[in-house]
């Protein structure tokens, strides 16, 4: 998971999925936060103690969806579930439940239920569907987004409505960090839907499923603007936004959606590079904070 600002209610999370494991699986935690959250970094390194936990720290990220897809390759797995920060796991024996899920179909892709009064998707994902797709998200989004998008290619790909898994969550949202311009946001995605459709033809043929015979038909369905959605999006931005001046990161997200729309093509490349993450600056805040990590400028 990704988490900013929200030390106890990340230790809520992580504690509501250790708590509720069954002992039967191997079961790793992942976290990426920011270098300027230092209450955060300090929370990780007291929960390293606790429980099997590794965390990576960078500059506030272009794309939250790119730092999923970062973490699934430092801590690979037979399945990843993309848990949110303001969450709670409901369902005692979760990882065992998942397991099988997964062992009735080792390349599927399956959903959490939310038991909240907002619908939120939150992934569960195989190797073998992480692998065919390149990653899990795609990445190029602040805020949101990414997970309609699994939800768009399963649909396309597999003509099949989305699988739920016997296991739920409850979301407890504040505030949504980058979430602005949902209009704008909105839009891109919408203007995105080819690739969408291209990546569901391209993943039924590497996963196997019959060729798709009515995406057309579909994506106007799935792809079509909510107008119920687009009512309330002064509403949503007014109770969830963030507010001031938008992080370098955000700045960069918006730029390259508004080069690919100004040029009418979609080039598709990764939203941020992750290889930088431990900068000098990074390490040099860390190690003055946070004596412990001494040995990452070494280890860098």
Same mark, same amino acid.
């Given at each position: 998971?990704? %988490?900013?600002?929200?030390?106890?209610?990340?230790?809520?999370?992580?504690?509501?999925?250790?708590?509720?494991?069954?002992?039967?699986?191997?079961?790793?935690?992942?976290?990426?936060?920011?270098?300027?959250?230092?209450?955060?970094?300090?929370?990780?390194?007291?929960?390293?103690?606790? !429980?099997?936990?590794?965390?990576?720290?960078?500059?506030?990220?272009?794309?939250?969806?790119?730092?999923?897809?970062?973490?699934?390759?430092?801590?690979?797995?037979?399945?990843?579930?993309?848990?949110?920060?303001?969450?709670?796991? /409901?369902?005692?024996?979760?990882?065992?439940?998942?397991?099988?899920?997964?062992?009735?179909?080792?390349?599927? @892709?399956?959903?959490? =239920? %939310?038991?909240?009064?907002?619908? #939120?998707?939150? $992934?569960?994902?195989?190797?073998?569907?992480?692998?065919?797709?390149?990653?899990? &998200?795609?990445?190029?989004?602040?805020?949101?987004?990414?997970?309609?998008?699994? %939800?768009?290619?399963?649909?396309?790909?597999?003509? +099949?409505?989305? +699988?739920?898994?016997?296991?739920?969550? /409850?979301?407890?949202?504040?505030?949504?960090?980058?979430?602005?311009?949902?209009?704008?946001?909105?839009? &891109?995605?919408?203007?995105? =839907? $080819?690739?969408?459709? +291209?990546?569901?033809?391209?993943?039924?043929?590497?996963?196997?499923?019959?060729?798709? #015979?009515? #995406?057309?038909? *579909?994506?106007? !369905?799935?792809?079509?603007?909510? $107008?119920?959605?687009?009512?309330?999006?002064?509403?949503?931005?007014?109770? =969830?936004?963030?507010?001031?001046? $938008?992080?370098?990161?955000?700045?960069?997200?918006?730029?390259?959606?508004?080069? @690919?729309?100004?040029?009418? !093509?979609?080039?598709?490349?990764?939203?941020?590079?992750?290889?930088?993450?431990?900068?000098?600056?990074? !390490?040099?805040?860390?190690?003055?904070? &946070?004596?412990? *990590? %001494?040995?990452?400028?070494?280890?860098?």
């Amino acid at each position: 998971m990704c %988490s900013r600002g929200r030390p106890l209610q990340l230790v809520a999370a992580l504690t509501s999925l250790r708590d509720n494991e069954s002992g039967k699986h191997e079961v790793r935690y992942a976290v990426a936060c920011d270098v300027d959250d230092q209450p955060t970094i300090g929370t990780l390194i007291s929960l390293q103690a606790k !429980i099997p936990l590794g965390y990576r720290v960078g500059h506030r990220p272009v794309s939250m969806d790119a730092l999923h897809n970062q973490l699934c390759l430092d801590v690979p797995g037979d399945v990843y579930v993309c848990f949110i920060d303001d969450a709670l796991c /409901l369902t005692k024996e979760w990882d065992d439940k998942i397991a099988e899920v997964y062992a009735a179909n080792p390349k599927g @892709l399956w959903w959490w =239920q %939310s038991k909240g009064k907002d619908l #939120t998707l939150m $992934p569960i994902t195989s190797e073998a569907w992480r692998v065919a797709a390149g990653r899990i &998200f795609p990445e190029y989004f602040p805020f949101w987004w990414g997970d309609t998008w699994l %939800s768009e290619v399963w649909v396309l790909a597999t003509e +099949q409505p989305l +699988q739920f898994a016997p296991v739920e969550f /409850l979301d407890c949202p504040k505030k949504t960090h980058s979430m602005r311009e949902l209009k704008f946001w909105h839009d &891109f995605y919408l203007w995105l =839907q $080819p690739e969408r459709i +291209q990546e569901a033809r391209v993943m039924a043929q590497k996963m196997g499923y019959p060729e798709p #015979t009515v #995406t057309g038909a *579909l994506a106007k !369905i799935v792809g079509s603007p909510n $107008p119920e959605f687009v009512k309330l999006i002064e509403q949503h931005e007014a109770r =969830q936004g963030e507010q001031g001046e $938008p992080h370098d990161g955000y700045k960069i997200a918006k730029e390259r959606a508004v080069e @690919l729309m100004a040029h009418g !093509i979609v080039v598709p490349r990764p939203a941020v590079t992750l290889d930088d993450l431990l900068t000098p600056e990074v !390490i040099e805040v860390l190690n003055k904070h &946070f004596p412990a *990590l %001494s040995g990452l400028a070494e280890a860098a």
